[in-house]
């Protein structure tokens, strides 16, 4: 689970905890979009109002830690 406050007005890092299988189809095009193609894997992305969300839609499957720059 995500812990609150996370995000930040820079980059965010996106971890894929959870496997988007046997997710609804949304959630997975959702994963798709910001990226993540497997479990475990991880982007960097430029922290928006978007991005926030499809973080919120796929919340339960993902970990968001702000980038240190």
Known sequence: KTAPN???TGK???KQVRS???QPKVM???LEALGLRHHQDV???QDSPSLRGQIKRVR???EVTPVQE
């Open 6 to 8: 996370t995000l930040t």
């Open 12 to 14: 965010v890092q996106i």
């Open 20 to 22: 988007g299988s046997g």
């Open 28 to 30: 997975r095009l959702t």
């Open 43 to 45: 982007v960097v992305h």
């Open 60 to 62: 339960h499957l993902i």
